[in-house]
């Protein structure tokens, strides 16, 4: 099971849309995928269909966090739901996980930064469970991609903690190089309970063929974070898909920014082969 955490503490640079195209092109190549949406937004729990997740969900991330949750369910499947989209499941988010932050400042404890990591160490021991396999020899998803809010929240730690990779969408301007720095050292800090985490890179999108955004470019390839090749161009498809409630791959997978997704997804899987 491969876990990445898309973050960036830098509001609209397109986290959400980057895992689910990223979800939806796993999903088309046969892996088995699982979307936690860490967020408060809930941009990705409502692009799958759970519009009003604090009325239709029973157990969302923010329960699942909060150690004080009411009705907090112990039970990692329980956290899962199927969306339409063949292949893909989904950990909602709700608004409380802002109360989950409120809590962690309140009782030392009552938030679990192990949160994440332990839910997916319990599906998967429910897989080997159902398979009647020794631990290790399957797991309960190919792929889980984590959409992390804007900020260092307690959602955000948890996403880390539990991440093989971080994956760091970013436009090419100077507040978001800027951002970097301190999102790098965000990340170190966790790196320092669990040195295996692995910056895979920062992932242009947004990108257009400007004089400043070329130079925010060969700016972020001469900083210390690693960059991925492929970059993702701006194209209003991105909008009209999400209003469609629909990856580019199904939406419009010939646009400019459905084809640029697939060759990322292609270039972080040979990056973590």
């Known amino acids: 099971m491969k876990t990445t955490a898309i973050i960036n503490i830098k509001g609209g640079v397109g986290k959400s849309t980057t895992v689910i195209n990223m979800a939806a092109i796993l999903a088309e190549m046969g892996k088995r995928v699982l979307v936690i949406d860490a967020d408060p937004q809930c941009n990705t729990t409502q692009f799958y269909g759970f519009r ?24 990692a499947e329980d956290y899962v739901l199927e969306t339409a989209v063949p292949g893909v499941s989904l950990v909602p988010a709700s ?28 599906l998967n021991v429910d897989a080997w469970n159902d398979a009647g396999v020794p631990d290790g020899e399957v797991d309960a998803f190919d792929h889980v991609l984590i959409d992390c809010p804007p900020s260092f929240t307690a959602a955000s730690v948890a996403a880390i903690y539990a991440a093989d990779d971080i994956v760091i969408p970013t436009e090419a301007d100077l507040f978001s190089i800027i951002g970097l720095t301190t999102l790098i050292k965000q990340i170190q800090s966790v790196r320092a309970y669990k040195p295996a ?7 242009i999108t947004k990108w257009h063929n400007t004089a400043a955004c070329i130079q925010g ?29 629909q990856a580019l791959q199904a939406y419009s997978p010939q646009s400019a920014a459905g084809r640029d997704y697939r060759a990322f ?3 972080y899987l040979e990056e973590v082969r």
């Open 95 to 122: 608004i409380d996980l802002i109360f989950a932050d409120f809590a962690s400042t309140e009782r030392f404890g009552s938030v679990s930064v192990k949160a994440i990591s332990d839910l997916l160490y319990n």
């Open 217 to 245: 470019e060969c700016a972020l390839r001469g900083s210390a974070v690693p960059v991925f090749r492929q970059t993702i161009r701006r194209s209003d498809k991105v909008t009209e898909s999400i209003f469609a409630g």
């Open 197 to 203: 985490i692995r910056v895979a890179g920062a992932l």
């Open 52 to 75: 009003d997740p604090d009325k239709t969900v029973d157990n969302t991330l923010a329960q699942l966090i909060n150690l004080d949750a009411e009705g907090r369910s112990d039970y």
């Open 265 to 267: 997804v292609a270039e």
